[in-house]
């Protein structure tokens, strides 16, 4: 053997595994844990997430301790305690001109912070430090620094899933370092890859190494199945001191024992040249693969083995030694959470408003779409969708502004869009526009009264959060501001109330959000059906500015406490028939099972399109 990473420590449970660890770290020998444990735990990995609270909060002191003394500025312990006196002049010049960096690089990086996404600011932090170049040079530094790396990559993939700032990551890697305590280490680049591998028999398979450590070979091969009831396939629920129970534990006990044979064979098939049997005299739990190896070692050539001896001392059973002593530790209230620059998207609120169990299952939990989208074949391009003809009649509404030009637009649109038009198609969506050029609507877009602003983009502060959208068209003008949104839910005229009613959150804030722009009072906000060319307003007690962003304010608050505990905070409404995570929610399916839902869900048979359901 040449390299460490000819050899793979092979671990059935990961119980004992950073007993390995230590033991490899007092010997010096490079390794890494594949095995899914430990890399939030990690130092490299705690130093930055110490930054990170840093930033967000100044006053966390164990924070900028916690910097200072690692690797970002290598204070001594000495030093730190000089600077918590206040006496600066009993640190080396070194510790002293790291202070001041530190102060600079802290009001830069908490200036950045403020208007630069997360993993921006982690790289220029990486830069402004050198801290990936301080941590190579470590024990184990390679492994350290491809760590940094997964960190960095990780920021990214929250930053594509909407989590922009600092303390909104800050928060998500709070709760995987808690709830996800198996997150493997980084994979070394092959380059730089000469450690000792760790990692479970499962991983290990269809894999091949020079020399294979079977660790914990005296450890119990089966798990006797225990409690008063037991499961198995064949009975069903079985209760303690019935037939049943027995016949199914020594059944679950025949299979265990057929999985520890099959996983053995698997492990030490693992092994190219060499293979290691690692157990401790003294206790044992039988059976177990040790047990199987001495009744079979007496018929092996004694050539092929040799039985190497430890330096450990053999496992004793301990008297029982009364009841542990326990500590009494003080119990505190938890601290109010801190919200600062938390984003959130019209679209996000108004969902939660609608259904606070669709929003965690879909903002938090990140679960796919499962509605109709659509009808006919995907690949029939004779065939439009519901949302596609939406939005070729929402791209034609928002640009025209001379009838001439209607045609020229549908075919644009509709290419965009992908999709190739036959003549009644083209007729068809031309007649669902016409209303909308012959209304007193857009007679007032063509005169251009007032201030005219096209898909108005906006990002508003309330409180601790930034909410942000897109506004179809703002009509602004003396008295006061004038919004509409169109939509092109294919509807009667006769629903226009009952749909509408859907948008009011929607409605509302974005009439907060452009009296905040322009410091101009909301004169109305609607939205603009255009298939029944029917304009919904909102009530006028619904564009109090103020009003509104206390609801905002509360209503954040609430998805981030609740966030913070779980889906119990998230309770379903009664929308189940329309929701496009209806397949995922139980409350939903309790409804279909009741009949709520209806005889069907498809979109091409619903009246209201997906765009009312959930934007």
Known sequence: MDKFEDISILFRAMTSVH????????????????????????????????????????????????????????LSDEGLY???????????????????????????????ARHKPAPVVITELLRRTSYVEKTWQLPFGPQKVANIEKLLEQSWDLFARDLYSVPEQVRYLRLMAREAPKEGEAQLDAEHAD?????????????????????????????SPKGQVLYHPEFGLTYRDTEHYKLAKELAREEEMSEAKRLLYVAVTRAQEEVYWCAR???????????WLKGLVDSVDQELYQVVPGDLPPLEEQPPQGEPARLELPRFLPLQPQYDQVPFSVTELMNYDRCPRYYYLRHILGLPERGGGGFGDPGDSSRISATQRGSIVHRVVEQIMDPAHLRGLVEHAAAV?????DARQQAQLEEIIQPYLNSEFFARVQQGAGSLYRERSFVVPAGGFLINGLVDQVFVGDRGIEIV???????RPDQVAEVGAA?????????WAMAREFGLPVLSSQAYFLIPNRLYSLDAELLQVDKAEEWIIQTCQRIVHGAEIGVEEFPPSAHCAQCSQNSYCENALRAAKDGAFGETTDIDEDPLEEEYLWI
């Open 19 to 74: 007993i390995y660890e230590r033991a490899l770290k007092q010997a010096g020998v490079p390794y890494v844990n594949l095995s899914g444990r430990g890399f939030y735990s990690k130092q490299e990995i705690q130093d930055l997430l110490h930054y990170f609270r840093w930033l967000e909060d100044a006053g966390d002191e164990v924070a900028r301790l916690a910097v200072l003394r690692s690797p970002f500025y290598l």
């Open 485 to 491: 949104d169109f939509k092109t839910n294919w509807i």
């Open 195 to 223: 450690v000792v591998v760790l990692r479970t028999i499962h991983n290990a398979k269809g894999l091949e190494f020079p020399v294979v450590f079977l660790a914990d070979t005296n450890a119990g091969a089966v798990r």
């Open 417 to 421: 869009e992908g999709v190739e038009l």
């Open 503 to 511: 948008y009011r959150v929607q409605l509302r804030l974005y009439a």
């Open 281 to 291: 005299a003294g206790k044992e739990i039988k059976p177990n693969w040790w047990g």
């Open 82 to 112: 000089w600077l918590r006196q206040g006496r600066l002049d009993k640190l080396s010049k070194e510790e002293q001109a790291a202070v001041v960096k530190a102060q600079e690089d802290y009001a830069e990086l908490e200036r950045l």
